[in-house]
């Protein structure tokens, strides 16, 4: 069993920045692939990107430039920076946790585990 709990979400203008956080328990946690979603209500779950234990990381190609994805595995955590917020990028944040291998970590079916997500919210 794994639990995750992301933090660091809020209300942030556009142009400024936001570090999420994803704090992970149970398993050990350098075994898996650890990915960030977001979601708008109404639309489909979105991959942002994801890291492997070893520090290999996946992008989607729309956000690769603002977006930036670590992790420590010393403190069980992921983070995501995000840069030069735009409106667009209101949505909830959601952290997930795969523990197989998987030929596409953009699939939200490749991840076993998700947290409640954190809202970010950007004003124009």
């Known amino acids: 069993q794994v639990q995750l709990v992301e933090s660091g979400g809020g209300l942030v203008q556009a142009g400024g920045s936001l570090r999420l956080s994803c704090a992970a328990s149970?398993?050990?946690?350098?075994?898996?692939?650890l990915g960030w979603f977001r979601q708008v209500p109404g639309k489909e779950r979105e991959f942002v990107e994801a890291?492997?234990?070893?520090?290999?990381?996946y992008y989607s190609e729309p956000v690769k430039e603002r977006f930036t994805i670590s992790r420590n595995n010393a403190k069980n955590t992921v983070y995501l920076q995000i840069n030069n917020l735009k409106p667009e990028d209101t949505a909830v944040y959601y952290c997930?946790?795969?523990?197989?291998?998987?030929?596409?970590?953009?699939?939200?079916?490749?991840?076993?585990?998700w947290g409640q997500g954190t809202q970010v919210t950007v004003s124009s």
């Open positions: 890291i492997s234990w070893s520090g290999t990381t």
């Open positions: 997930a946790a795969a523990l197989g291998t998987s030929s596409d970590y953009a699939r939200g079916a490749s991840y076993d585990y």
């Open positions: 149970g398993r050990t946690f350098g075994t898996y692939v």
